[in-house]
């Protein structure tokens, strides 16, 4: 398996002396083309991990290195950049804009990196119907279900081709049943797109859908398996 992401003693500390909280204590990991969950208790270090590995925070010591880069020593403007175009995400809420329609939330991240919005939304309006929700383009967030705006989040995630998807707990504000119809599309959709997938999240049930899990605690990895993913690996598109 060819790496494409790669962390080396990844530290993150926060405050000093006797009272610093330690949130990465020295994480080793690689991520392939492949579906990636990370779960452990609360305070483990498990979101920290994903803003290091994002490029969202610069950790206090260690390296995360995608492409040849060292995201530590990227510039912040040039991070920006980096997570509009070769990263995508996936948050518990969503977070939609509530003005603008379900096309355009989806169409975002490629009108933001300057490409024309019928282009832009042309191609959103492709993974919206992919993902389920040809018909519902023009509703805005408040006009959609829990599901259905995580379908337009994972669109957004998706639209500008990147190497890898984050998602932070994204079945967090849905019920059992939604949760699990969103994970599917999540899992198969980035696959098809040629993606990696890191997924967050505390729940055996949502982890259980990736090909790969990491347990963390105290800041470290505590535990590496493999899993029976339960989503197909095929193509959506």
């Known amino acids: 398996m060819t790496a494409t992401l790669s962390a080396r003693d990844l530290r993150m500390t926060y405050g ?41 925070v610069r950790p206090t010591s260690g390296s995360v290195t995608w492409q040849g880069q060292d995201l530590a020593r990227l510039s912040d403007a040039r991070r920006t950049v980096l997570r509009r175009s070769d990263f995508g995400f996936v948050f518990q809420s969503g977070q939609l804009l509530p003005e603008l329609p379900a096309v355009e939330n989806a169409a975002l991240p490629l009108m933001l990196a ?19 929700l040809a018909g519902l383009e ?32 994204p079945t967090g504000a849905l019920d059992a049943a939604t949760g699990q119809e969103v994970m599917s599309l999540l899992v198969r959709s980035t696959s098809a797109a040629g993606a990696a997938l890191v997924v967050v999240t505390h729940d055996e049930g949502v ?23 339960a989503a197909p690996r095929g193509s959506l598109l």
């Open 114 to 132: 300057g490409v024309d919005r019928r282009t832009a939304t042309e191609r959103a309006a492709r993974w919206l119907d992919h993902l389920g």
């Open 16 to 56: 000093d002396g006797p009272a610093a909280a330690h949130a990465l204590a020295g994480v080793d990991l690689d991520l392939g083309a492949e579906s990636l969950a990370v779960m452990g208790p609360s305070g483990s270090g498990k979101t920290t991990l994903l803003h290091c590995l994002a490029g969202i």
């Open 138 to 169: 023009q509703r805005r967030p408040g006009e959609l279900s829990g599901g259905q705006g995580q379908r337009v989040a994972i669109a957004r995630a998706l639209v500008t081709s990147p190497g890898v998807v984050f998602a932070d707990e």
């Open 207 to 229: 982890a259980a859908w990736c090909g790969r899990v990491v347990t963390m605690g105290d800041g470290l990895l505590v535990d590496d398996r493999q899993t029976p993913a």
